[in-house]
């Protein structure tokens, strides 16, 4: 006999079910960094802004602006107040913390409000010379108008002093001797300022192209009296051509005036010539004109 299951029901197992993958790990804000723009100091006067940037980081690893999207808060809004934008806004003097916060992460900066004391800016800070004399002018910038400074030179080879005698923005002049070294040349002038730090502007002079003339010694006193005297010529290299343009006015005798390469050069003052004191100069030159001159100072002193 045949049998016959009723009812429908099917004894077949049945295939288990594969479990669904899990999806990417959610993007998430880890850390909010606070600065300045332009890496601006954080150190405000009263009456001053400074505007603040915040950036996120995320757990991807990139970065974000959001500088407009923070809440930002200060510490202390009576010393200054900040905007939805980041912008600080100082009033009294005093500290404070500046805070973002995005997406659950905050990030802070410390500012000082302070009031202004001295200090000038140089414009320019720094200038660069060729080899040839030269003159440059530097604006001096006080904070305030009661700003009391002075400039300097700090190398021997620059002659400079200055002292504007009044205080508040101005500027000074400056000449920068021809350069018959072998070898170019730096130099500072500092500004010190009265109760505020000193400023430098920076001066460096090339080397000359071409020839070098040097003489030794650069100078030699001389009474009404008259007398003889005599210096040194040397080129660098010492091919170098060179020649002596001068009046020979109060020198009797100025020789040899022209020449290749080393050479000693004898003059004399004649005696009675001068009546006030004052220097005569001789020069070395090159045929060129392109490089600085040997130069000789008398000095003619009355008595």
């Not at 400074?50 to 990139?62: N, Y």
């Not at 660069?128 to 305030?144: C, I, P, R």
């Amino acid at each position: 006999m045949l049998a016959i299951s009723c009812g429908g029901h099917s004894n077949a197992p049945t295939q288990p079910t594969s479990p669904a993958a899990p999806g990417p790990a959610p993007v998430t804000v880890t850390d909010v960094r606070v600065g300045t723009a332009g890496n601006a100091s954080p150190s405000l006067s009263p009456g001053q802004t400074l505007q603040l940037f915040a950036q996120a980081t995320s757990s991807d690893g990139t970065s974000a602006d959001v500088t407009n999207l923070a809440v930002w808060q200060s510490s202390n809004p009576v010393v200054a107040t900040v905007s939805p934008t980041g912008l600080v806004t100082a009033a009294v003097e005093g500290t404070l913390d500046v805070t973002a916060t995005y997406s659950g992460k905050s990030g802070s900066l410390h500012a000082d409000v302070q009031k202004p004391g001295c200090a000038v800016t140089l414009s320019p800070e720094s200038t660069v010379f060729g080899a040839l004399t030269s003159n440059a002018t530097v604006a001096v910038t006080a904070t305030l108008s009661t700003c009391r400074w002075k400039a300097r030179s700090d190398a021997p080879w620059l002659s400079f002093q200055f002292d504007p005698n009044r205080s508040g923005n101005g500027s000074f002049t400056y000449s920068v001797p021809g350069n018959n070294n072998t070898a170019a040349r730096d130099a500072n002038i500092v500004v010190t300022v009265d109760g505020g730090p000193t400023a430098l502007h920076r001066i460096h002079q090339e080397r000359p192209v071409g020839c070098v003339y040097s003489v030794s010694p650069t100078s030699l006193s001389f009474s009404p009296a008259g007398g003889s005297g005599s210096f040194t010529l040397t080129t660098e290299p010492g091919d170098c051509q060179w020649r002596i343009n001068d009046t020979v006015f109060e020198l009797s005798t100025l020789g040899p005036t022209s020449g290749t390469g080393s050479a000693t050069i004898r003059y004399a003052v004649t005696p009675g010539s001068f009546s006030l004191t004052h220097d005569h100069t001789i020069s070395v030159q090159g045929l060129s004109g392109l490089n600085p001159p040997g130069v000789h100072t008398i000095h003619l002193i009355a008595q």
